[in-house]
C-alpha cells in the first residue's frame, strides 16, 4: 500500500467511555464484518477482558474507507487503557500519527485519559476529539466540548458528537480520520525497521507479534533479527488483521500487522523492540525500548501446600503472554512454600491472581504488596529490597521509595477532601487547575508505597465516586522508612513483617498485635504477641493461656469420646504451623493478611 494512503490511529479513553462500541460501528461502516457476524465488543476476544470490561492487550485491525474517490487503509491499533499498562501505551501510540480523543459526553474527560492525551501530545499526533453517547439525555455536550478545547486548544465547535449506540456522526469521525491525520512517512529503500508495540500468546501459533514497518519491508519466509537481543526467527507468517488474521506477502512503510515466527514466549518478542531484517540489519534502534520492570511484589502461597508445583506450573504459563511478570520461589514460616512475584501495579496483581484462581483452579493467599526499596548500610553498600525479609539488619545510612506523580481529577467542592487524603499518605502538592469551573485537576506528588494498597478506594470513597486518578514513576526519594516485625512468642512471623514510615509503625504494630490476638487460639501457655522495629518492642498484646487441659472436659466420662477427641485434635493439627513453639491454624494467618 501507498503510504500517502494510510492511515494509523488509536483511540484514548477511560473504560466505560465506549471505546469498543465506537470500533464496533466504524468495522460495520467500512465493511470488514459482516451485518450478520457483528456482535458487541468485537475486538474484545480475550475472556478475561470480558470479565473485567477493561482492554488489556492492544491489537490493530484493518480497514479501507473511501474518500473523494479514493480509497484508505486504516490501521486502528487498540491501546490499553489502565495505568499499568503506561509503557505499553506509549508503544501503541509511537506506532500511530493520530489519536481519537473519545470522552463521555456525559461524564467528561477522566485522568488517566487526560494523561494519555498529554503522552499522545508528546509524541505529536494529532488528535481528533470526539464526544461520545449525544444520544444520552444526561449529555452535555456543550459543556464537555468546551472543557475539552479548553485542554488541547482549538474551537468547542471542531469537536465532533457521536453516538457509538445509534451510529450517529460515525462516518463524519472516519472522514475527518482521512482529513486531519497524517500520512505516515519512512524510507522505503532503508534497511527494514518495525517496532513492536504488542505480542499475545496463542496455544495454536505461538507468539503473534503487532508490529508497526517504520521503514523498508519485511516478506513471508524472510529471516528477522531482534535488535535488542540479536536473536533471529524466520518470518512463518506475516498479514495485517481485517479483524481476522489474513496472511499478505510483506508490510511495507506505514503498515501495520502481525508476524509470527514460532516463538513459544513473549519475552522472545519484546514490546518496545525494533525488528530488522538478518540480512539487511539497520543499525539504529527505533528506540525508547524498556524492559518491563515490575513495581509492586506479593508473595503468593497455595492455601494446600500440595498445590505447589500447581502453581509453579500456572506461573510459567501466564508469563508465556505476559512479559512483565517475574516470580522467584518464596519459603514462609508462616504460610509455607510460594513465590515471590513482581507486578507492574496493583491491577496487574489482581488480573495475575484471578486468572490463577479461576484458570487453574487455586486458591491463594498473598501477602501485603510492597514496592521496591533501595537501601544503604552503615558499611556503604547498597540493597535492592523487594521483601521486608531483605531488609538489612543494623544501621542503615539511607532508604530510598519510589516517588510517583498522581493526577487527581474531581468536582470542585471534593478538592478539600482530596487533599487532606494526599497529606495524609505523604503526599506533596505540586499543583492545580480548573479543567473548567466545577473540575479540578490536581497534581501531587506521593510515594509510590502510599498509593498502592487502598488509596483508590479510600479517594472513590471521600469524593462520592467522582475522583479519577492517574500516576507515573517519577524516580526515588530517602525517606525515613523502618521495618516492623510481629512477634509470637518472641519469634518473628515473616508473613506479617511489614516496611512503613515510621510515623505509621505504631499503628501497623498496634493493628498487627490486636488481630492476631483475636485469631490465635489460647495455647497450653501464655503468648505475647509482639511488634517491633529491631530489638525495641513497640506494640504488645497477650494470648491468656488455657486453663483446663482438653481431656479434662471428659473427667469420668467413657474412654470412646475421650479417644474422639484426641482424633479430632489430631486432624486440627494438621493445618496448624508452628512459630517456635506457638500452634496457629493456618486460617489465622490468612484472616489476618486479608482483613483489612
Ligand atoms: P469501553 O470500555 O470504552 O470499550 O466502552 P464500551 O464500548 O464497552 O461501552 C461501555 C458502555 O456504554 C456499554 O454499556 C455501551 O453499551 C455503552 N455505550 C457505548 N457507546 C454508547 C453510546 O453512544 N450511547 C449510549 N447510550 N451508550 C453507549
Ligand atoms: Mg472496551
Wanted: glycine share 8%; hydrophobic share 40%.
Amino acid at each position: 500500500t501507498d503510504p500517502a494512503a494510510i492511515r494509523n490511529f488509536c483511540i484514548i479513553a477511560h473504560i466505560d467511555h465506549g471505546k469498543s462500541t465506537l470500533a464496533d460501528r466504524m468495522l460495520q461502516l467500512t465493511g470488514v464484518v459482516e451485518p450478520r457476524e457483528m456482535k458487541n465488543q468485537y475486538l474484545d476476544r480475550m475472556d478475561i477482558e470480558r470479565e473485567r470490561g477493561i482492554t488489556i492487550k492492544s491489537q490493530a485491525v484493518r480497514m479501507p474507507w473511501e474518500y473523494e474517490g479514493a480509497t484508505y487503509a486504516f490501521h486502528m491499533i487498540d491501546t490499553p487503557g489502565h495505568v499499568d499498562f503506561s509503557y505499553e501505551v506509549s508503544r501503541s501510540l509511537a506506532a500511530c500519527e493520530g489519536a481519537l480523543l473519545l470522552v463521555d459526553a456525559a461524564q467528561g474527560i477522566e485522568a488517566q485519559t487526560l494523561a494519555n492525551l498529554y503522552l499522545a501530545m508528546e509524541h505529536d499526533l494529532a488528535i481528533i476529539p470526539v464526544l461520545n453517547k449525544i444520544d444520552l439525555p444526561a449529555a452535555m455536550p456543550d459543556k464537555y466540548a468546551a472543557e475539552i478545547a479548553h485542554l488541547i486548544g482549538g474551537d468547542p465547535d471542531d469537536v465532533l458528537r457521536v453516538s457509538g449506540k445509534t451510529g450517529e456522526g460515525v462516518e463524519q469521525v472516519l472522514d475527518r480520520i482521512v482529513e486531519e491525520i497524517p500520512a505516515p512517512e519512512g524510507d522505503a529503500d532503508a534497511a527494514p525497521r518495525a517496532m513492536i508495540f504488542d505480542s499475545v500468546y496463542d496455544t495454536y501459533r505461538g507468539v503473534v507479534t503487532f508490529v508497526r514497518v517504520m521503514d523498508g519491508r519485511l516478506g513471508h519466509r524472510e529471516k528477522i533479527r531482534m535488535m535488542s537481543t540479536g536473536a533471529h526467527h524466520e518470518l512463518l507468517e506475516i498479514g495485517v488483521s481485517s479483524p481476522e488474521p489474513e496472511p499478505t506477502a510483506g508490510l511495507g512503510v506505514g503498515e501495520v500487522g502481525y508476524l509470527i515466527t514460532g516463538v513459544k514466549d513473549v519475552r522472545q518478542s519484546k514490546v518496545g523492540d525494533t525488528v530488522t531484517l538478518l540480512n539487511r540489519p539497520a543499525t539504529q534502534e527505533i528506540g525508547g525500548y524498556q524492559e518491563p520492570r515490575p513495581m509492586v511484589y506479593s508473595g503468593l502461597f497455595p492455601i494446600d501446600g500440595s498445590d505447589f508445583p500447581v502453581l509453579r506450573e500456572a506461573l510459567e504459563k501466564l508469563q508465556l503472554n505476559d512479559a512483565a511478570l517475574s516470580f522467584e520461589p518464596e519459603t514462609s514460616a508462616a504460610l509455607g512454600f510460594g513465590f515471590r512475584v513482581g507486578f507492574l501495579g496493583l491491577l496487574h496483581l489482581e488480573i495475575t491472581r484471578q486468572r490463577l484462581e479461576a484458570e487453574y483452579n487455586l486458591d491463594l493467599i498473598s501477602t501485603a504488596p510492597n514496592v521496591i526499596y533501595q537501601v544503604t548500610a552503615e558499611d556503604g553498600e547498597s540493597h535492592t529490597v523487594t521483601n521486608p525479609s531483605e531488609f538489612p539488619e543494623g544501621k542503615l545510612t539511607e532508604i530510598r521509595e519510589p516517588i510517583v506523580d498522581a493526577t487527581i481529577i474531581v468536582p470542585a467542592e471534593f478538592v478539600g477532601a482530596v487533599m487532606e487524603l494526599c497529606q495524609s499518605r505523604r503526599g506533596d502538592m505540586q499543583g492545580m487547575d480548573y479543567l473548567s469551573e466545577e473540575r479540578v485537576e490536581i497534581r501531587y506528588r506521593l510515594p509510590l508505597a502510599e498509593i498502592v494498597f487502598d488509596f483508590f478506594d479510600n479517594l472513590k470513597s471521600r469524593t462520592k465516586g467522582y475522583a479519577s486518578l492517574n500516576w507515573q514513576g517519577t524516580g526515588d526519594q530517602a525517606a525515613d522508612l523502618v521495618k516492623v516485625d510481629i512477634l509470637l512468642q518472641g519469634d518473628k512471623v515473616d508473613a506479617f513483617s511489614a516496611i512503613t514510615h515510621r510515623d505509621h509503625a505504631y499503628s501497623y504494630g498496634v493493628k498487627m498485635a490486636g488481630r492476631l490476638k483475636e485469631l490465635i487460639p489460647r495455647q497450653q501457655f501464655e503468648v505475647p504477641v509482639q511488634a517491633a522495629i529491631g530489638s525495641r518492642i513497640i506494640a504488645r498484646e497477650t494470648i491468656r493461656a488455657i486453663r483446663k487441659d482438653v481431656l479434662s472436659k471428659c473427667y469420668g466420662g467413657d474412654i470412646s469420646r475421650k479417644r474422639k477427641l484426641l482424633e479430632k485434635q489430631k486432624e486440627g493439627k494438621k493445618r496448624m504451623k508452628m512459630v517456635g513453639t506457638v500452634e496457629v491454624p493456618q486460617e489465622a494467618f490468612i484472616a489476618a493478611l486479608s482483613s483489612d
